[in-house]
């Protein structure tokens, strides 16, 4: 039987590395891996002919710009991630549709605001948080698929603008939004540490370490995401937006807590609020992201130990 063949762009990346190794390990996949020196998918000329010439079955898209604080600061680091982010998942929708494949894009919990609408138990006239009916009531705080985006920082509206673009081709498509992700470094030469290494290391070399206690919201392994992803495809879902996110929301100090307790590290954690580190782009205070579509994934601490027995 002829093999299914997948395309995935970005695939040096923290994501598309793990996606090449999750397909590759399925015999019934023949898997392509283009990272930048295989392709620019700014250019809509070279996305239209280089997958037009491969024909496809499945794109996955994993590249990204991620550089939150440089494109607040400066205008032409914004318009490059309004093409890598917003544009160029419009191009690649396109040309996946021509060729009648099934595309993936993935996007971020940035494109919301931070503040989640609170649930209120059924029966409650509303907005009271004291009537008896919340008596035995834990709302899920958090934005699920449907949930209005409003970003407030020009990474989330990047991010935006691809949700928007590859919708808008039409074709099977899946939009799959993450957060925090984690996982093995990406093997492209500009790699940035996840937030777990590199906490780890100043762990290892200080005796206490100052972290921000708020923006709440949800681990992403990346191995997870990789093996969701392909689910998603295999079980033939309906086109739309995904939320794939570990379970257990977090603030980063309550995740250090935890890395910490794993790694018997003793240093000592003081939780701060976000104004202690000022940065250029604003973060959601809560982005939380809720999944009502798909079966969970595991808490971030199951995702984490298995991350740190493969470091050892
Ligand atoms: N990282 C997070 O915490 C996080 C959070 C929420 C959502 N996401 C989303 O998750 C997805 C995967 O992110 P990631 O962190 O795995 O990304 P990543 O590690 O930065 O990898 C992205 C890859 O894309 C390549 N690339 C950049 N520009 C390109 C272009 N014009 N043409 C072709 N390739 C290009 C990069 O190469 P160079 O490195 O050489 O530039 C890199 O290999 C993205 O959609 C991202 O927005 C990530």
């Not at 440089?70 to 396109?94: H, M, Q, S, T, V």
């Not at 709302?139 to 919708?167: R, T």
């Not at 495809?233 to 995904?242: D, T």
């Not at 782009?281 to 984490?304: D, M």
Request: aromatic content about 8%.
């Amino acid at each position: 039987m002829a093999k299914i063949r997948v395309l995935i762009v970005g695939s040096r990346g923290m994501l598309g590395q793990e996606l090449v190794n999750t397909f590759k390990k399925d015999g019934d996949y023949k898997v392509t891996g283009w990272d930048k020196e295989e392709i620019d998918i700014t250019s809509q000329k070279q996305v239209e002919q280089k997958i037009k010439k491969l024909s496809p079955n499945i794109i996955i898209n994993a590249v990204a710009y991620n550089a939150v604080d440089k494109c607040e600061e400066d205008k032409k680091e914004f318009e490059l991630a309004k093409k890598i982010n917003g544009l160029a998942p419009g191009y690649l929708a396109r040309a996946t549709k021509k060729v009648g494949a099934v595309f993936i894009h993935y996007s971020s919990d940035y494109v919301f605001d931070g503040s989640p609408d609170i649930p209120e138990p059924a029966g409650c006239a509303g907005r009271c948080l004291s009537c008896e009916l919340h008596k035995d009531f834990t709302p899920e705080i958090g934005f699920d698929e449907e949930a209005k985006p409003n970003p407030i920082s020009n990474y989330g509206k990047s991010k935006l603008l691809g949700e928007v673009a590859a919708q808008k081709a039409g074709g099977k498509n899946y939009i799959i939004r993450l957060s925090k992700l984690f996982g093995k470094p990406a093997k492209s030469n500009d790699a940035k540490k996840s937030f777990f290494d590199v906490i780890l290391e100043v762990g290892r070399k200080n005796k206490e370490v100052k972290v921000v206690d708020e923006e709440t919201s949800c681990f992403t392994y990346a191995p997870d995401l990789a093996k969701k992803t392909k689910e998603i495809i295999e079980s033939r879902k309906l086109s739309g937006i995904y939320h794939i996110v570990n379970s257990d929301p977090c603030t980063w100090y309550e995740a250090v807590i935890e890395l910490y307790k794993q790694t018997k590290i003793k240093t000592k954690i003081i939780p701060v609020d976000a104004d202690e580190f000022p940065r250029p782009a604003k973060r959601p205070h809560i982005s939380t992201l809720i999944n009502t579509k798909l079966n969970p994934l595991r808490s971030y601490k199951a995702a984490l130990k298995d991350y740190l027995k493969d470091l050892e």
